[in-house]
């Protein structure tokens, strides 16, 4: 008898920031290889950085991704003020995790509203989603509109903002001046709760999967601009030591690297965070997170919407927070004098953890440079999540399996860059 081969092949992602393709072979009804086929180009951002003066990573790193910018800028900053041994001015460093709230906002809903959400209601994109349900379009887009005028107000724009330095920023805003932008936020806080309250309605697959969870943690508030290294099994580890546990490694069907922590497969972004951190969310939105059903930890990526909608409130809270305590800071920024040194930074992009490390020369050009991005570390868990999906669904038809593995890619929100492709597939049956 011969063996039977059914071969599932997404062609290009759609609803995901970037090119990237699946393609799932299953051999006599078990499945034999799952590959996450990321295909664009490779950029060489770390290589042309090398021989760069110092001060120039935030500005040119924020081009790797026009939707979360500020997490570059900020995992940059972080690293080189290390390697420097620069201390930033807590008041500085709260401007940061203001401009970073204003990301997460927009980040968010732009996830939510139109990459997620037409998978749990039906729909082939946020255009057609937005004919029947124009309410949840207008009200998604109305809090990334938010978080785009406070990214603006900080940051100088909302796309790969100008203001943004070593030590601080070029100016900082005087308190009058943000005033308007809590009005604004203060109102962001009704659609935030509605769009949570629609969110929570979605009828979400089961499907619990056991990575081991990557996150910074911080003992006095939920993270974002900076904190230490913990995770959900083992020791923490220094944010220096970063590289001996999380290894990348090439492989021939992507051009981006897949990472392991300490040899296996791990998560980072939204449910990671959530896990390690509930604790330490603020009170409205620990009680959106329970109106929600979210417990103390989730482990079901499709239900990862979830907690970015419980995220949202809790950035808009936080930045209502930092804006009622401004004071304008004694100095836009620190000197950051160029030393000899490798610094490590670390910061929560949307999609999760984000590691730079630098080494600065005494001339103070940079020697080498490494960047790994949330995707990158997250590829051998998606790759794991689709094996166990497509093993527990082999009654569905090739259509419809390809489609809940297209909608479990995009539950993690893969950020590979922008894309706008359609679907197309293959079943080769021998």
């Not at 927009?106 to 082939?124: E, F, K, R």
């Not at 492989?251 to 897949?258: G, I, K, N, P, Y």
């Not at 259509?399 to 492709?421: K, M, Q, V, Y």
Request: glycine letters at 6%; charged letters at 25%.
């Amino acid at each position: 008898m011969s063996e039977e081969i059914r071969t599932l092949s997404v062609g290009a992602l759609t609803r995901v920031e970037g090119e990237g393709a699946l393609h799932v072979t299953l051999r006599d009804g078990v499945v034999d290889t799952v590959e996450l086929n990321i295909y664009e180009p490779p950029r060489f951002f770390e290589a042309f950085l090398r021989g760069r003066a110092y001060t120039e990573p935030p500005d040119i790193t924020a081009r790797v991704c026009g939707i979360c910018p500020v997490a570059y800028q900020v995992s940059a900053c972080n690293a080189i003020e290390d390697a420097c041994a620069v201390t930033v001015d807590p008041e500085l460093v709260a401007l940061r995790r203001l401009l970073y709230c204003g990301e997460w906002i927009h980040s968010h809903a732009l996830h939510i509203v139109l990459l997620h959400a037409p998978d749990s209601l039906g729909y082939p994109d946020g255009i057609s989603l937005a004919r029947d349900h124009p309410e949840f379009i207008e009200r998604g887009l109305a809090l990334k509109k938010v978080g785009n005028r406070l990214m603006e107000k900080i940051g100088g724009r909302a796309i790969h903002p100008i203001n943004v330095r070593l030590g601080g920023f070029y100016s900082v805003p005087k308190p009058a001046e943000l005033g308007p932008l809590a009005e604004q936020l203060r109102s962001a806080v009704d659609d935030a709760l509605w769009l949570l309250d629609r969110v929570s309605e979605f009828d979400f697959p089961e499907a619990e999967f056991d990575h081991e969870f990557l996150a910074l943690t911080a003992p006095d508030r939920y993270p974002i601009e900076n904190g230490t290294i913990r995770r959900s099994a083992g020791q923490p580890f220094a944010i220096s030591d970063f590289s001996d546990h999380v290894v990348e490694s090439q492989v021939q069907r992507s051009t981006a690297l897949h990472a392991t922590l300490d040899g296996a497969r791990y998560l980072t972004g939204p449910l990671a965070r959530y896990a390690l951190n509930s604790q330490t969310l603020s009170p409205l939105a620990r009680e959106a997170a329970a109106r929600a059903g979210l417990g103390a930890v989730c482990r079901n990526p499709f239900r990862s919407i979830l907690v970015r909608a419980v995220e949202i409130v809790y950035a808009i809270e936080e930045a209502l927070r930092i804006i009622a305590e401004y004071r304008v800071p004694d100095r836009p920024f620190v000197d950051v004098p160029a030393r000899d040194g490798i610094g490590h930074g670390v910061s929560e992009a949307p999609r999760g953890l984000l590691y730079h490390r630098y080494d600065v020369g005494a001339d103070g050009l940079l020697r080498s440079a490494v960047i790994v991005p949330p995707t990158a570390q997250n590829q051998a868990a998606i790759e794991h999540e689709m094996a166990e999906l497509v093993g527990a669904n082999l009654t569905l038809a090739d259509d419809a399996l390809t489609t809940l593995c297209e909608r479990a890619i995009r539950n993690h929100d893969p950020c590979i860059s922008c894309s706008a492709h359609f679907l197309t597939l293959t079943v080769d049956r021998l």
